[in-house]
Every structure is written in structure tokens, then in C-alpha cells.
């Protein structure tokens, strides 16, 4: 066979192998076949043509035609001339399926049923892989670039499934790359002559074994490593050996985003894995809620943010407005220093309402009415940044007093006129004892926090008005619905509301800093009150938010409010940051977590680092020693079979104490080399010599009797040889036993094996025709002679 | 001497019975060993300085071979086998073979008894347990066959009547390999018969001094006392026949003596009789060292003497300084050990 010939075959094989990974998109898989022949015919061509010399690019050309010939038989056989030939009208029937097929790939989910217009893209896709493997490789002889397309099958599976892939479907393509490569290397050193070896020449092939070998070793490795590293790697849940792990309702990867608050919410609290936000630190030492955008408008489905024009001139560097409706005296201001994870993203960013002045890098824009900020180019990973907040202090009797709303915020009691009657009846009988507009508010948040709401975070998502309908009869919802619900039932009852969304304060860290992390993604109700501004309010159940702020609560009816101790109607607090809640408070934080409240976590992180390095240490003597002790519970009481268990074991500890050891020297032989390296005292020269007399006599002595202790013995030569080495060696032999190396060279020498032979198999193949030729042929000739006499 | 024959004596009686190892018991092997080294002490007190080639000897002698001793004069070739054959109490022949010596000599010849006018058989010098072949090169080719037929057959045929000799029978043949004017070298085939060719090799100088010292007046020769006679040896021959070898060491010495035959450096490789010879002497090799078992390191010790003088280095080998010797012992570490049962 032609090294051009080798070459072919080995690409075409690889690249047949290469589509299997498309075998997890579809429901079928008897595409395989006609993709197959596909690729054969694609192949083949190229191969007819570079034979007959055409030019490479010709033929690349023609493996097109083919491939569009055959497929033309898939699909359009109807329409061809004599149920072969291509005809006039196959472009249309092409536009017709491949249109069909575009939309099938966008309407249906994975795995897709085998339809003819996806039949026809995964033909066209493994014809043209098998085209380009066939050009690049024997056409080009640039098999190196040949990986590209080959890797095509396995990456596009793996972005449509999003990384969602078993890793096996990765071995294919990679065996069949390697192959390749192999085969091209054998092709370039034969290209120095062959040798001269009778049993190379035999095979026709030049005599590259050691190289071979060496290759395959190379290559063995480095697939174990590209499969076996980012199984143990620390992101356990994106590695390929997790297989189809991951799912549910985890994003992709571990960055959350938050471009539409109301979509993400409920995603990022239902995330299995609680990843870090934000940190913060506040100059009074306390915390905040942290919020990110306000949905000011709803349109009877959605609660969105309103269309607000940010131009140049609201840039935050040159500091914010004041908030709207705020009438105090010289309010306090509250810096924060803020941490963002590498692991968040977002347009808007987290503050504490109302921010004032910010000091970030970067075009960042506020929003005059919310005092949001936003930008166009976010990319606020491991950002720091600081602000200045207003401290607004702010009591419920305060609240109370306060007048009518302004005129500018009169539009934000604005709802859609087929609002469901269970909210309006609800909104009207919960705050029938109530005159003033906080009053109101006050009851519906005491209502939402009663004994009758669950918080849930299974629920459907949703904030439309019959999905709150739907949250009002059931009494079971989380906390976009609360809030949206109360904030709805507060703009039917004429005060202006909104929906705001940002974190819970977070788990207190130690040193004044707070961490926010995606478990504490929360929505809450803004009402305005004027000379206040906006609001803040919690009718999320306490389970997940703690205490009601103190602001919010009427003073009379303070105790029922819920099981929490009842707050200080008396004291002042913050009415938009939430200053009530303390870092000692453990009902601080919401959802899943506990909080580890003031205690430092790092003295915990450092024992936990050094057990698992201890463990990680340890990890190969264990092993050791486990083979070890499988190996003398194999041998059983068969003397024969210790005796060899003892030898083996010899043989290590001799490796381990830094001697070599020559298998194939004999045992006598060997503990003499042993001996003379070694500086050992008499008791252990005589314990060595009684080791290699048992594997003597039970080697090759007429019946091996049984030996007592020899375990024991065997050990103590162990110790005894160990002891006389230096302190560096003994080390090593803790920490990379010679165990390890046999049990990984028996590894990768039965990889190599298998390589071996498939390699081989070619060649197996030839002897087995040749063989069998000759077997035809002299059974011919055995007929011609018998018919001649 | 190859690497394997450098075998330290000092180091044997430590392994003779391994501490803590149950020995299988089947033979005893007590005298054996006793007699071995009485042989082995008064033969050292005539050849000193050389108990490697005694050792080697008395294992040719104990797995019934013959020996080959080739050397340069004066080296104590002759003394070897003369004290060889005295220690034992038994019969003792010695042939100077010189180029009129007649076939009828070494055999023997049926003489006309003109008394009984019968034909009576006259034994040659070959009926003995001990020959002592001295010179054995500067026979002719038809006197030295007429020896080494004696020497494989074990009997000898005259006028077709066929006489057995007797057990034990050795023959110990010297050789010069120096001098080539009126000799006739030992054809190949004919040397395949030797179970071991020995070099004495000059002695060390202190063995040499101390030579003079106590051989300046007398030979030890003749202060030599028979340490055991025929009768013993021929049971102690019984025994080492009976020493095991295993199926692991039989694969081994056929591997070795195969692996000579497909040396890209020897135009001649060793015969199936060598792979027999090599055994044997091992069983000898292994008995002598109170075992009851053959290990492949017997065979790595006497696989230079056994097949060194069989074989033949190719032209190209000897360019290259190679001789028989480390052709060899390269072989023995090339050839992997077997790691026991199969």
C-alpha cells in the first residue's frame, strides 16, 4: 500500500469516527449510515483523483459534486432523471429541505428527530468534514491542520449541548487524530529508505518501531491527560467526566448575569451552587441591601424598567441628583467600599439606594428618577468601586404624616385597566381598617408576612396578572411575587409603587464586610411617601428576609407581625437601606444558608487545606500499600504464590530505597547487588538471604513448603533497609512509591498494547489475505494438475 | 574466566541451608558435600591457588563428564588430574599420547594365547576410572577417536566383542594450545565430548611463592591420600543424577544454548549433547553446593565452561577481539531469566 493510499484511509477512517459525537443530537441514529456513505464517496474521490493527477483544488471540486450528487439521492431521488442522474429540479427541492431543516434546528430542542432537512445538514456536515480531513491530509500533507475539522463533530455537540457532553464522545475524534498522525510520521521516515531489517521488509513497511512506540506512548498520555485531568481538576460540575451532571436550573457556567432581573431571579436562586457576588463594607459597619435596578412600569404581564434615556451628561463622575421626593436636613452619608466577584455580571450597578457620588472606572450613566446606574459596556467582573449613599432617618410616624404625593410620581400608581378582582377585593378587605396611605402599606405587609403565605422558591416564575392572580389564591410564591403583589395592590390603593431588585445584605464576613452571593438575588416593593422618597418594603415572609424593617410597621400592632422580636418602633432607621438588620441577627440571611456569623471562616479554610493535603500525601503510600496488601491476600496460603508476593515486594522496597533492580538478574544474583549497595548489618544480610533462598525454593525447587512470617519478614527487611537511607530518600519513597510507577507503567503499557494492535491490524489483515491467496492459489493449481492428469 | 565462574566459595555454605526454609528433604545430601570437600582439600593441598578449577573438576567428575584442560605448560594441567585421580581410591590410567601411539593402546587388543590357542583381550590403557590423557593433541586424529568413542560409548568394541568399563569413568585430557608444530587439534566434534574445558591460568604471585616454599624439595603428590574410593562415588553419582531441575531452568539452558546458535557472532553454535552436558553439570554444580535443585544461577556459573570450547566465533568476531569465552557470558546477559513455574 502507497503511503498516499495509507494516508487516505486513515483519514477517512478518522474522520468517520469524528461525527460520532453528533450521535447525542439526534434521536436517531440511523443517519450514520447515509452520512457514512457520504464520507466513503467524498473520500474515495479525492483519493480517484489524486491518483489520475488532477490538481488539488479540481479535486476538491469534485468531491463536491459528489457529495451533492448524493445527497441529491437522500433526498430528491423522486426527481432524478432515470432514479440516478441529477435533474433540473433538484436546487429547488434543495432550497426546499435545507429551508426546512434551518427551522427544524431552531424550533426543536436536542435531540432532534432525524427529519430530512436535518438529514440533509448532517450529511453536508460529515461530507464536508471527511472532504476538508481528505484535503488537508493526503491532499495538502498538512495532517497537523487536519485536527480542525476533525474536532468539528465534538465541539459543535458540545456548544449545542451546552458543554453538556459525555466525555467518551471526546475519544473518537482524538484516537483517530492520533492515528493519523502516526501513520503520517511512518509515511515521512520512510521517506529516509527503507530498512533493511528481512522483517520490515516483509511488511513492506520501513522498520519505525522504537519511534512508533515512543509516539504512541506520547500520545496515549496526553489523551489520558486531556480526558483524566479535568475530571479531578476542582470544577468538578463543567469537567467531561461529570458526564450529563449540571442541568436544572444552573446557567452556564459559573458567571451569573443579571440583564433581565425579573428572568434571573428566580434562575439564580434555584442555581445549585451558591457562587459569590459581591463584597461591601459600609462605613457605619452595618448592612444594606444592595440594589441593582427598579422596574418601574407594569403593563399587566411584566414589571420592567421604564424606557429612560441616560445621555452623557447624567455620567456619574460628575455625582448623582438627589433622590426624588427626600426632604430632610443634611442626611448622613454612608461610604461603601464594593467588591465584585469575578463571577457577576450585570448592566446595573449594585448600590445602596441612595447613592450619591461614585467613584468607578468607565462609562456609567444614572437614571435621574430611580438613581440607577447602568452602563452600555458592562463588564463589572472583579470590579472594585466605591460610593456614597444617603442615610435616611426615618420612623413610621414620619411616614404617616406624610402628605400626598407629588404630581411627578402620580404616574406611578398607573395599572392596566383588567387587573384580576381577587386583587383589587384583597387589596380593599386587607387594608379596610386603614385611613392613611401607610397605614395601607402597613397592613399589606403585615398580610403578605402572616401565617397565611408560604415563601416557595419552586413556584412558576411570573409577575403577569393572572400569575398573581393564581399567587393570591394559593398563598405560595417567593419573593418577586410578593413584591410585585404588593406593590401592584399599592398602586390600586393610590400610592405610588415599584418593584426593586439587588440582594439581601448577605452573610457578615468579619472586619465591617458583608458577602453577597447569588442565594440573596431578592425583589422587594418601593413605596413612595413625600418629604420620604421611596420606601423600602419587606413583605417577603420572614423565613427568608428576617425582620420587617422597623419603618414599616405600625406602632400599635407591632407584636403580632410575625414570630421575630418585635422591632423598636421608636428608634430611627434607615427606611431605604435597611439598617435595622444586624449582623448578629442569624435571620439576616435568606434562602439556604446559615450564616457562620462573626467568626473568621479562615483558620477553618487552612485545617481544611492542610487535611486534604495530608490526605493528598498519603494518598500514594495508600495506594502502595493497598496493592500491596491485595497482592499478599491473592497469594493466599499457596507458598509459591508468597514467595513471588515477597519477591515483588522486595522489589519495590529495593526501588524505594534508591538501588536498582535488574529483573533479569536472578534472585541470588540480585540480593548479591543488593547487598554490596547497600550497607546492611548482619541480621539484615541474613534476613535478605532468606528472602532469595524462598524465592529460590519456590521457584525452582521440586515443592515449595511453606514459609512462616514471611509477610512479617518481608516487612521487616523493609523497615530495616529504609532506615539506613537518608531522610531525602525515604521521603520520596513516601511520597512516590515504586508501587505507583509499576502499577502506571502496567497502564500505559497496556494502552500502548492495544495501540500496537490496532496499528497492526492492517498489516494482520494482509498476512491473513496473502495466506489465504496462497491457500486459493496452490488449491487451484491442485485442481489445474488433477484436471491435466 | 567469564563474570558467572568469578563464584565466591565463602559465600556457599551461608546459602547451603537457608535459615528458616523448611529443605524439601528429598535427598541427602550431607556426604556428598563432606566428600566434595575432603576431595576438594587434599587436591588443593597439591594444586595450589586454584580452587575454581578444582571445584570445576570434581563437578565433572561427580555428573560423570569428562575434562578438558588446556593451558600452557606448566601450569599444573597434569598435576590437576594426577591428584584428581589419586584422591580417589581407584583404578588410575595414564596415557601419554605422542604421534606413534596406536589405537590398540588406548583400547586395548586380543592377542593369540598360544597356550589356550584361544585370542585373549589385553584391556588398554582406557580401562580405568581415572584416564589421565596427557597431551592429547600430539596423537594422531585416529588414535584420539579411538579415546573419544571410549569416552561417549562407555565401552569399547574390539574384534566385536564389546567390553563396558567401569563407573566412575573420567577422562581428564590435557592439551597445549600453544605449540602447533606436530600436533593435531581436537576437531570440533570430537571437543563437543568434554563436558568442561578448564584454563588453569597463571597463579597469583603470593600462591606462586608459597609453591616454591612447600614444593621447592617434593610434589604433594605423593603425600596424597585417597579420600574416598569408587564404590562411594558411584553412590554419590546416584544422587547427584537425582538433583531436580525444573521446567523453568530446562527452558533456560535450552534458551542459552539455543541462543548461542543464533549469535550473529558465532559461525558455531552449541549442540543439543551441550545442552545435556550443561544440565548435568549443573545437577553436579547445585549438589556440590548442597542442593537438591537447580537454579539458573548453576547454570549461569558453568555455562562458560561447558559451552565455550563447543562453539566457534565468526571471522568478524575475532577481528573484534571476541573470543568463545565472552561471547558467552554476553550471552547469559542477554538471555532473560526465567521468573520460575511456567
Known sequence: MSSHTRLTLVGGLAALVSVLPLLELTLEASWVLRAGLAMILVTATGHVARRLRVPVLLAALAQLVVLAWWLGLLIAADLAWFGVLPS???????????????????????????????????????????????????????????????????????????????????????????????????????????????????????????????????????????????????????????????????????????????????????????????????????????????LDSFDGEVWQTSDRPVPESQRVVDGLPPPPGLDLDDPPEIEFQFSVSEDYNSRWLPLAYPAQEIDIQGDWRYDTDTLDVVSTDPSIEGTEYTAVSLEISVDAATLQEAGPPDSDVADLTELPDDLPDIVTDLADEVTKDADDHFSKAAALQQWFRGPEFTYDISTQPGTSATALADFLTDRRGYCEQFAASMAIMARYLGIPARVAVGFTPGIFEGDGTYLVRSHDMHAWPELYFEGVGWTLFEPTPAGRTGTAPTWTVLPQDSAPDDESPAPDSTSTSSPTGGQDVRPDEDSLVGGTDTTSGGTPTWPLAVIAALVVLGALAWLPLGLARWRSWHRWRRAGEDPEAMAAASWAELSEVVRDAGFSWDTAATPRSVGRSVSAAATLDDESARLLGHLVSVTEHARYARRAGPVPELREDTELFRQRLLRTRPVKRRLRAFLWPASLSDARAGVVGKISEVLDRVESAGDRIRAWEQRFAIRTRSATARNTDADGT | MPEPLAHDPASRPAAAVPVGVPHSGELDLADLTETADRLQTAIGGVVEGKPESIELALTVLFAEGHLLIEDVPGVGKTMLAKSLARAIDCSVRRIQFTPDLMPSDVTGVSVFNQESREFEFKPGGVFANVVVGDEINRASPKTQSALLECMEERQVTVDGTTYPLDTPFMVVATQNPIEMEGTYPLPEAQRDRFMVRLAMGYPSVSDEIQMIDTHGAHTGLDALEPVTDAAHMRKLIGLVRSVYVSDAVKNYAVALTGATRTSPELRLGASPRATLHLVRAAKAWAALDGRDYVLPDDIQALAGPVLAHRILPTAEAQIGRRDAVSVVSDLVRQVPVPEGRP
Open chain 1, 88 to 294: 433540473t429540479t433538484w436546487p429547488d427541492r434543495f432550497v426546499a429541505v435545507f429551508t426546512d431543516g434551518a427551522e427544524a434546528i431552531t424550533t426543536f430542542s436536542t435531540p432532534v428527530p432525524v427529519t430530512q432537512g436535518i438529514l440533509a445538514y448532517l450529511v453536508v456536515g460529515a461530507g464536508s468534514i471527511a472532504m476538508l480531513v481528505d484535503l488537508l491530509a493526503a491532499g495538502l500533507r498538512r495532517v497537523v491542520f487536519a485536527g480542525v475539522p476533525l474536532a468539528a463533530g465534538y465541539t459543535a455537540t458540545a456548544a449545542i449541548e451546552g458543554g453538556d457532553i459525555g466525555w467518551w464522545w471526546f475519544v473518537p475524534p482524538a484516537v483517530g487524530f492520533l492515528a493519523m498522525l502516526i501513520t503520517e510520521s511512518r509515511v515521512r521516515v520512510s521517506a529516509w529508505g527503507r530498512s533493511a531489517s528481512r522483517a520490515a521488509s516483509s511488511r513492506g513497511l520501513p522498520e519505525t518501531d522504537a519511534l512508533a512506540r515512543n509516539g504512541r506512548r506520547v500520545g496515549a498520555m496526553a489523551l489520558i491527560a486531556a480526558v483524566g485531568i479535568p475530571a479531578f481538576a476542582p470544577v468538578l460540575s463543567d469537567g467531561l467526566v461529570s458526564g450529563r451532571g449540571g442541568g436544572g436550573g444552573g446557567g452556564d457556567g459559573r458567571t451569573i448575569r443579571t440583564d433581565n432581573p425579573i428572568l434571573d431571579l428566580q434562575r439564580n436562586l434555584n442555581r445549585p451552587d451558591n457562587v459569590d457576588v459581591l463584597r461591601y463594607r459600609a462605613s457605619d459597619e452595618s448592612a444594606h441591601y444592595i440594589r441593582i435596578v427598579t
